[in-house]
């Protein structure tokens, strides 16, 4: 969908907070990150899996493993990592937009949905997460609601919802 949402969630991985973990899981996500950085996305998991290894409840961990998964289009695992953020953390906006955008790619729309509504619901000025709901009403043949939530992300201030709208026949 979106490259915008990568540079996001790349934001946020790299500034994800580090304070109650153990030494030997921040290293190792730490050169998971490195890798990340660099686009070794293969290299990022075996880090990330080991820093896990250590803390099964570690949410860095988890974060930016699932960002790897998804970098690599491995969006089953990506979907299971932020689901596994979402029952450590339940409030955890960006995990719902991020496990709805992998939905969205895997064309289970109505999961997807679920999850932008949810992040909707948690912020409700966030124009991407009406994007992205657009695409998923799109994806099971609502074409209305689709434009309806590029309309309402377009009037948010969201430049690509202009192009999307046109695009679409809005």
């Not at 990506?78 to 689901?83: E, F, G, H």
């Amino acid at each position: 969908m979106i490259n915008y949402q990568n540079s996001i969630l790349l934001a946020i991985l790299i500034c994800f907070s580090a304070a109650s973990q153990s030494q030997d899981a921040v290293e190792l996500i730490n050169k998971g990150l490195h890798f990340t950085q660099k686009g070794e996305y293969t290299e990022a998991i075996s880090n990330f899996n080991a820093a896990i290894a250590i803390d099964e409840n570690n949410l860095d961990a988890y974060v930016k493993r699932a960002f790897a998964y998804s970098m690599l289009k491995e969006y089953e695992k990506a979907v299971s990592d932020y689901s596994k953020l979402i029952e450590l953390k339940p409030n955890f906006a960006v995990a719902y937009f991020s496990r709805g955008s992998a939905l969205n790619k895997l064309e289970r729309f109505n999961e997807a949905l679920a999850d932008f509504d949810k992040v909707i619901t948690m912020e409700p000025t966030n124009s991407e997460a009406y994007n992205n709901r657009g695409w998923s009403k799109k994806g099971l043949g609502d074409k209305d609601g689709a434009c309806e939530d590029w309309k309402t992300s377009k009037k948010m201030g969201n430049k690509e919802a202009k192009i999307i709208l046109k695009n679409n026949q809005c």
